[in-house]
């Protein structure tokens, strides 16, 4: 669990229409989108949709539709009063004004399977910093729409909306802000549409279910902006636990059309066992981490999105601190494509992408020391999908097929094509350590059984897991690392004998900036 896996071994149809009224058309300026059906021109940027959805929230009911529960602002609890005395299948309409749950720190709406809470507009649900939870329980099919939630104090890694996860919830046109932990939890089927995930404690969204399975996760067309106020990595020194979005062990999630800026962290984080994921069409600007890391995870496409000017803050303060890892804004930590494992592609699939300013591009990393049953395993407890017995990672028989490869996540099978990289230093206000490409390991120590010791991994992640860059254009003084960190390579000879990487891409130093 984390990004700082490595530092075990380094040292260290209506709503259709709503979403597009959601949003407005903001793309790269001075140039086109690709044409639909053509072969991708690694040139134009895509012409990705900024879901503007904090600055002009949709508006809900301004009266109660037909049969609904008028809920009243004056009567504090009235809310949770209402939907523990109703059938299940009810509506209820908040009215305008501030509502307000009764003063326990436990109170908390409890709904019924097919409810549906829609806010008026200027309906908002506080927690008045009293409260931790406002929606939670196990009932199936909830919607809530068109609701301001604020100002509740979950615990850490805990959430306020959807908080036990419950499955086949719609969470749409709502603004969940201002909270401690995470403004919402995720079950399975969700679907998280056109809201406004601003400002909450640690995560916008904590997809993770801690029983059964959490697929067929959607998040289309949402605003994510400012979260980790509580600065939980400086608190917690690499605990891997904070992100506008983290996912964790989600089995098929499709991630689109959002935009996802100015947090602080990393804006999008799959974190352990996470596969089938198709993540498109978003904007990921101006994060003080990585844009995206994709961690011990499985099989995903990542393609038509504009990323830019992200881990400014992390990668400086790394680079400034003397570190010489290429910290990355697209981040693939052990994580690749599995045939075995069932999704809608058996690669990672990176292409059609605009990365522009960032520090740094992607990074493609394998920690030797990290696999099923090492001490180095920051997802401490859990193995790979391959191998459902954590204790048959051990000596002897990881040392030999097929548990010496299924015991270990690795970064294989990672196709990038037809992206755009734009350098300009003087943008991005560095002079070294910002511009680089990379596909390396650590050399393996760590722990004295471990059979990944020596450059074993290193050699097989830069040459003999299928790991390709191709057809892409670079513009600006990138650099390239392969194998470990100390082998900063020009263009042509990461293009040459033994890397061999980036055929028919181009690259033009002048032109970054």
Not at 127 to 144: C, H, L, M, P
Not at 160 to 171: C, P, Q, R, T
Request: a positive charge; charged letters at 25%.
């Amino acid at each position: 669990m984390g990004i700082n896996g490595r530092h075990w071994a380094l040292a260290a149809a209506p709503l259709a229409l709503a979403l597009l009224a959601a949003t407005g058309c903001e793309s790269t300026p001075g140039t086109r989108a690709n044409t639909p059906g053509a072969r991708a021109n690694p040139t134009a940027a895509p012409s990705t949709p900024v879901a503007r959805v904090c600055a002009k929230p949709a508006a809900g009911p301004a009266k109660a539709p037909a049969g609904a529960v008028t809920v009243d602002p004056k009567v504090v609890g009235d809310l949770a009063a209402k939907t523990k005395s109703s059938p299940p299948n009810t509506t209820f309409w908040l009215r305008p004004g501030k509502h307000r749950l009764d003063p326990d720190r436990y109170a908390q709406v409890i709904p019924k399977e097919g409810n549906r809470y829609l806010g008026a507009p200027g309906a908002v649900l506080d927690g008045g910093k009293k409260n931790q939870y406002a929606f939670g329980g196990t009932a199936r099919n909830v919607t809530i729409r068109y609701l301001t939630v604020q100002r509740f104090v979950a615990p850490q890694d805990e959430g306020v909306v959807n908080h036990d996860s419950a499955d086949g919830w719609a969470i749409e046109h709502a603004t969940i802000q201002h909270n401690s932990g995470a403004g919402l939890m995720a079950g399975a089927r969700q679907q998280v549409r056109a809201n406004c995930l601003r400002e909450n404690g640690q995560y916008g969204m904590n997809a993770y279910k801690a029983t059964g399975r959490l697929s067929g996760l959607v998040v289309e067309g949402n605003e994510i902006v400012g979260n980790n106020t509580g600065d939980w990595e400086r608190r917690r020194k690499g605990c891997g636990c904070t992100g506008g979005i983290k996912f964790w062990a989600v089995n098929g999630a499709d991630v689109r059309g959002n935009w996802v800026h100015d947090n602080r962290g990393t804006g999008l984080w799959a974190d352990t066992n996470n596969n089938d994921f198709r993540i498109e069409k978003n904007v990921l600007e101006d994060n003080d981490g990585a844009a995206l890391i994709y961690e011990t995870s499985y099989n995903a496409v990542i393609r038509n999105n504009t990323i830019r000017r992200n881990n400014w803050v992390e990668g400086r303060r790394e680079a400034d601190r003397g570190d010489t890892f290429p910290f990355a804004t697209v981040y693939l930590s052990e994580s690749g494509g599995e045939p075995r494992i069932r999704a809608r592609t058996d690669k990672i699939e990176i292409y059609r992408n605009v990365l522009e300013n960032n520090w740094s591009g992607i990074t493609l990393w394998e920690n030797a020391d990290r696999f099923c049953n090492s001490p180095a395993n920051t997802s401490s407890g859990d193995c790979t999908l391959l191998v459902k017995d954590t204790d048959r990672c051990a000596k002897p028989a990881i040392a030999t097929a097929p548990l010496y490869a299924d015991c270990r996540w690795k970064t294989q099978r990672v196709d990038i094509h037809d992206n755009r990289f734009v350098l300009d230093k003087s943008v991005v206000t560095c002079t070294v350590k910002c511009d680089r490409m990379a596909v390396l390991a650590n050399y393996g120590t760590y722990p004295d059984w471990s059979p990944y010791q020596g450059e074993r991994v290193a050699e097989a992640i830069t040459h003999e897991q299928h790991n390709r860059w191709h057809d892409n254009v670079y513009l600006g003084p990138w650099k390239f690392v392969a194998q470990d960190q100390s082998r900063v390579l020009d263009f042509g000879q990461w293009q040459g004998t033994p890397y061999q990487q980036d055929a028919d891409s181009t690259l033009d130093t002048r032109a970054g900036g």
